[in-house]
């Protein structure tokens, strides 16, 4: 399955941050598989499960291009749909183990690089630049590397 192949693109992009920037080009080519995805309307839990890891994969690939720092952001809130889309994913699979894992990995602080709350999740974030003009225009950037 193509959608497959652009997700293990997408793990090794995540892993080299001088490649993040390359995560816009696969949000795209995984969009236009999840609205294949969802334009067939099978139904059904398996159905379910492919739109959540569809989705999963898109907001994955919108953080990790915030996070290069470059112009032209997606939405401020990526992060927070990709906590929603893990959950749908845990939820349908109905598996308790990977539930506890994605939970967990959801919940760890072992990822953050900093105690301070984050100013901006994209230098060019229209919401982060209105927010850094009042209270957050001390704390550091996400985009800290």
């Given at each position: 399955m193509?959608?497959?192949?652009?997700?293990?693109?997408?793990?090794?992009?995540a892993?080299?941050?001088?490649?993040?920037p390359?995560?816009?080009d696969?949000?795209?080519?995984?969009?236009k598989?999840?609205?294949?995805?969802e334009?067939?309307n099978?139904?059904?839990k398996?159905?379910?499960?492919?739109v959540?890891?569809?989705l999963?994969?898109?907001?994955?690939?919108?953080?990790?291009?915030?996070?290069s720092?470059?112009?032209?952001?997606?939405?401020?809130?990526?992060?927070?749909?990709?906590?929603?889309?893990?959950?749908?994913?845990?939820?349908?699979?109905?598996?308790?183990a990977f539930s506890?894992y994605?939970?967990?990995?959801?919940?760890?602080?072992?990822?953050?690089?900093?105690?301070?709350?984050?100013?901006?999740?994209?230098?060019?974030?229209?919401?982060?630049?209105?927010?850094?003009?009042?209270?957050?225009?001390?704390?550091?950037?996400?985009?800290?590397r």
């Amino acid at each position: 399955m193509l959608h497959l192949v652009i997700e293990r693109a997408l793990l090794n992009i995540a892993a080299t941050p001088e490649n993040w920037p390359e995560a816009y080009d696969v949000f795209h080519a995984l969009r236009k598989q999840t609205l294949a995805v969802e334009k067939s309307n099978a139904g059904g839990k398996d159905h379910n499960i492919h739109v959540f890891l569809l989705l999963l994969a898109e907001n994955v690939a919108k953080v990790i291009y915030n996070a290069s720092g470059k112009a032209a952001p997606f939405d401020h809130d990526s992060g927070q749909a990709l906590v929603l889309a893990a959950a749908g994913v845990a939820m349908h699979l109905d598996d308790p183990a990977f539930s506890e894992y994605v939970w967990k990995a959801i919940s760890s602080r072992d990822h953050l690089k900093s105690d301070q709350p984050v100013a901006m999740c994209n230098p060019h974030c229209s919401v982060c630049m209105r927010k850094s003009r009042g209270r957050w225009q001390n704390t550091p950037n996400l985009v800290q590397r």
